[in-house]
Structures are given as structure tokens and as C-alpha cells.
């Protein structure tokens, strides 16, 4: 099935003797070249863009939430612990991707140096990808779905834009990638020993993003559904030595295992669980699978949200077909792999559950990588196929892709004929380092300075100015203010006289949030801060406290 034979080849990593008369050399198999050039030609297409200037890369791709993290990591390199502010402790951010970015905040005190490490760090871990990928596409079709899985993900606009976005969806999705590739290297000659790495190697995955306990579980109700349980203790004991010390931390000082930027970010979410808008978005954000992210064709599922659902559970029934499929094959592989295309249907159902209307993207990036391990293996599948059977499986192909298109040019159609230019938050905002420079020479040294949106305002600060998260996403109080509606009284308890935000959020304190307050401070707008299109004004204020 599907052309290759695992007990032949159980890697494609592997040398051939080539008998030439006499003499006789060995020469790398053609499909390790391949990839292997494919690999090279990603890893240039993501160093072409990390050379340009920091400003551009920032522009384009780095979302706000990014600076969170850095500064997270500037802190535990100096010595206050995981915060953003300099006093109140967080759990809200994705703790590999920081503790790896602490030495580098001993080398240097540049913030501009540091973010280019981090961009670096994570187009390595995405170059990494693609050659996993290829592993896991060549364990269960062969060398054309290798080759074809390494070289989509290698020109991935999602791959690259979640790279040198700076966050830790490529750090994450080489984990969960490499786990997979690991369950199964462990399961062709089991051991404790191999048990344990993959173990090692699954606590890392959950440091580098916690929704990869979704995987973990899948993989491991596999395993005991098919009746194996001797990889159970090694592997538990291995995992929970890598996340313990965290979870530990996290429940002692916090009381919590989990991010408390989950619940807070679950509060701030503007759609009820499994809204038909909300469905409609969360497959708008992934119907290009590894390519671009295609606006008008998200932009027609959120105009037709009854569409936009039934697209939602077709691709989620399919990908559970999918893995039930894989999950009853004999080979040890598939039954490992099958965890992927369930990982996709599992976090298409959390962040439908979840609420938000934006971010998808990059919480979604796995879907794409899944996506992208599917096709290969359906090319491979066409390829292998005799002539007879070719055609109608690429007129097939052909349908399946005309569907998608359609619903895209007619958008298309429509916006120009409006004359209209639509612009929503599915995706994260970028952009936001001029603005934090900006108001970094606004305020004066000594002061206290709130946002709503505050990674690059604390990142790019002066030493002397407290930078104070307000949405709570990196701050439980501010969190617990949100929750009773006390942010103003917030504010006023931590003398914050500076505000740097969206419009809408100022002038939200300056006309109800200072209202509730006695006596009533004065808001005085002092300019707008320049940002990129699409977003809304962002502004800088200062509060002026009475006495």
C-alpha cells in the first residue's frame, strides 16, 4: 500500500551499494538529495527575509504578544522571575521558547539584538520541519510524499510567516512533529530507553505550547486502544520530569498548572462556543492548508456562516475518518501517525469552543502542517496509481481545488463591483515596534504606563518606565479587574498616569472607566502614536491623578 515497505526501508535516511564492475561505492539515495536541497532552498527563502531590516520583518509579520514573551525572558535573565512588568508574576506565555531566549538576554542588552536571535532560533526549528515532515510522510507513503511534504512546507507562506513571526508556533510544531516521529522511530524496536526520549521529548512539547496535551493524549489512547502498554511507565516518568518543575511552579505561586493567559484570553473572547460565526472563522483560517492565507475566501465563509459550519464539521469528520482509518492499520506507523489528523480535528474544536475571532492563524498553524502531510501522501497516492486510474483521481484533485477558487473569485468579484475594502481581525495585528518606540520618547523617565496591548511598550520601555498590562493576558490582577469591573480602580491602585493604546480603549477610561472613580482624574490626549494600516488610531494619553 502506498508503495513502500517499511521492513525494506525503515528510514529514507539510508545508503545504497552501487556494484560498478570491479570497484564498487555508495552513494546517497536520490530522494536524501532531494530533500536535502529542498531543505537548503527553505532554509534561504527564510534567511532572505530574516536579513532584511528588523523594522520591515516587524511590520510584517511580529504580532505584540512576541514582546511578551522577550520580556518574560529579559526578566528571568535578570533575575525578577516571569513578568512583564517588574512585580507581578505570569504564567502567560508559552515557557520554552522563553527559558531558551535567557542566556541570550546575558549576552546583550539590545532589544533589537535579541529579537533577531529569537527569529533566527525559530527559522531553525521550521528548517528542522521540513525534514521531519519528510520523515513522517516517507514512513507512511514512500519517497514522493517525502519529497513532495518537504517541499510544500518549504515554500509555506504559514510556515514562514509563523517563523519569523517570533512567537513559538514553530518551536511548538517541530515538537509535536519530532513526537510523533519519535513514537514511531520507538515503536519499530521498542525499548525503556526509547520510551524515555520520547517522553523527553513530549514535556517539551507541552513547554513549547500547552495545547500540545491534545497530541499526547491521542497518541497515548491509541497505543492503549491497540492493547500496548510497555512504553507506558518509561515514557510517563520522562514526560512528567520535564514538566513537573513548571507545573510546580505554576500551581505553588499562581495556583494554576495551566497559562493564566488561557482564561483570561477566554474572557475577552467576543463569540459564544460553536457560534456559527465562530465556526465559519476557524475554518476560514485554515481552508489554505500551507499556503497563503486567503482573505476573500475567509471573508465569503463569514458572510455565509451556515456554509462556513458545515465546511467546520465536514473537515472535522473527515479528519477523524482519517484517523480512525490509520488508527486500524496494522502498520505500527499509521497507528502513530494517526494522532496528527486527530490533533488537527481536536484543535479545529477547541478554538471553536474557545471564543476568539482572531489569532487563528497561528494557533491553527498545526492544521496546516497536517494539511500539508495529506496532500503529499494523496500526490503519492496519484502517482503510484496506474494510467487508467490517473486521470480521474487528478480530475478529482482538480474538483476538489475548484470549489475553494470559486468561493475566492467570487468574493473578489463582489468587492471590487462594491468598490469596498473589508478588513477584520482573524489574524493577530503586526506592526506594533514604531509605535513602542514612539512612546517610549514620549514618557518620562519614572513613570507608569498602562496598555491594554503591552508587549512592545515593556520591551522597548526606558529603564525607568513600568510598562503594566491591562487586558490580563500577562497579568492575573489585571485579570481579576477585568472579571469584577474594576478596571479603573485598577489603574488608579498602581498610579498609572500614562495610557498608549487603541483609541476605542482610551477613550474608554477617559469617558466611563474615569467616571467610576472619586474623585475623577482628567485624560489628556497628547497625540496619535503612527501606526501601519489596517489598524485602528492608537493613541497616548496622560492621566492627570487630583492632589
Not at 517539551?204 to 492493547?227: M, P, S
Not at 463591483?417 to 520618547?441: H, K, L, M, P, Q
Request: hydrophobic fraction near 55%; glycine fraction near 8%.
Amino acid at each position: 500500500m502506498w508503495g513502500h515497505d517499511p521492513a525494506i526501508a525503515p528510514t529514507f535516511v539510508r545508503w545504497r551499494v552501487v556494484s560498478a564492475g570491479p570497484t564498487a561505492g555508495r552513494r546517497v539515495d536520490a530522494s536524501v538529495i532531494a530533500i536535502s536541497c529542498i531543505t537548503v532552498v527553505g532554509f534561504a527563502l527564510r534567511l532572505a527575509v530574516l536579513v532584511r531590516p528588523i523594522e520591515v520583518i516587524d511590520r510584517l509579520f511580529i504580532p505584540d504578544d512576541t514582546y511578551y514573551t522577550l520580556t518574560i525572558a529579559r526578566s528571568l535573565a535578570h533575575g525578577h522571575g516571569p513578568t512583564v512588568d517588574g512585580s507581578t508574576l505570569t504564567s502567560g506565555f508559552q515557557p520554552l521558547l522563553g527559558f531558551l531566549m535567557v542566556p541570550v538576554f546575558w549576552l546583550t542588552h539590545d532589544p533589537d539584538t535579541a529579537l533577531r536571535v529569537d527569529l533566527v532560533l525559530l527559522v531553525l526549528a521550521d528548517t528542522a520541519t521540513i525534514v521531519v515532515l519528510a520523515w513522517v510522510a516517507y514512513r507512511l507513503a514512500g519517497r514522493v510524499a517525502a519529497i513532495v511534504a518537504a517541499g510544500l512546507w518549504a515554500i509555506s507562506p504559514v510556515a514562514i510567516s509563523m517563523a519569523l513571526g517570533g512567537l513559538e508556533t514553530s518551536l511548538a510544531i517541530l515538537c509535536e512533529l519530532g513526537l510523533v516521529a519519535a513514537w514511531i522511530w520507538a515503536g519499530d524496536r521498542p525499548t525503556t530507553r526509547r520510551w524515555a526520549i520520547v517522553g523527553i521529548i513530549a514535556g517539551l512539547a507541552v513547554l513549547a505550547r500547552v495545547d500540545a496535551v491534545l497530541l499526547i493524549a491521542l497518541l497515548c489512547a491509541v497505543e492503549l486502544w491497540r492493547n500496548r502498554r510497555e512504553w507506558l511507565l518509561p515514557f510517563s516518568a520522562a514526560a512528567v520530569l520535564v514538566v513537573a518543575p513548571w507545573w510546580i511552579w505554576c500551581t505553588v505561586e499562581l495556583g494554576t498548572p495551566l497559562p493564566t493567559s488561557g482564561q483570561a484570553a477566554h474572557e475577552l473572547a467576543p463569540l459564544e462556543p460553536f457560534a456559527r460565526e465562530g465556526l465559519a472563522q476557524v475554518t476560514g483560517a485554515v481552508a489554505g492548508g500551507p499556503f497563503e492565507v486567503w482573505q476573500s475566501l475567509r471573508q465569503y465563509l463569514v458572510d455565509h456562516p451556515v456554509f462556513g459550519m458545515l465546511a467546520f464539521w465536514l473537515t472535522v469528520g473527515g479528519l477523524v475518518a482519517i484517523a480512525w482509518l490509520w488508527a486500524r492499520r496494522d502498520r505500527r506507523a499509521y497507528a502513530a501517525a494517526a494522532a496528527l489528523p486527530a490533533f488537527a480535528a481536536a484543535l479545529l474544536l477547541f478554538y471553536a469552543w474557545f471564543g476568539l475571532s482572531w489569532y487563528f492563524t497561528r494557533y491553527l498553524a498545526p492544521v496546516a502542517c497536517v494539511a500539508t502531510l495529506l496532500i503529499a501522501m494523496l500526490v503519492a497516492r496519484v502517482a503510484q496509481s496506474k494510467s487508467v486510474r490517473r486521470a480521474p483521481a487528478l480530475g478529482a484533485l482538480g474538483l476538489i481545488a475548484a470549489v475553494p477558487l470559486f468561493a475566492a473569485l467570487r468574493a473578489d468579484v463582489r468587492s471590487m463591483r462594491d468598490n469596498e475594502r473589508r478588513e477584520f481581525a482573524f489574524d493577530t495585528i503586526t506592526g506594533y515596534r514604531n509605535a513602542a518606540r514612539t512612546v517610549a520618547s514620549i514618557v518620562p523617565s519614572g513613570s507608569v504606563l498602562g496598555a491594554w496591548q503591552s508587549g512592545a511598550f515593556g520591551f522597548y520601555a526606558d529603564d525607568g518606565v513600568t510598562v503594566v498590562n491591562l487586558d490580563g493576558v500577562v497579568n492575573p490582577d489585571a485579570a481579576d479587574a477585568n472579571r469584577s469591573d474594576r478596571l479603573a480602580f485598577y489603574i488608579r491602585d498602581r498610579r498609572i498616569d500614562w495610557l498608549a493604546d487603541f483609541q476605542l480603549n482610551v477613550v474608554w477610561f477617559s469617558l466611563v472607566g474615569s467616571g467610576q472613580l472619586d474623585p475623577h482624574p482628567s485624560v489628556v490626549t497628547l497625540q496619535d502614536v503612527p501606526q501601519f494600516p489596517p489598524l485602528p488610531r492608537y493613541e497616548v494619553a496622560r492621566i492627570d491623578w487630583p492632589g
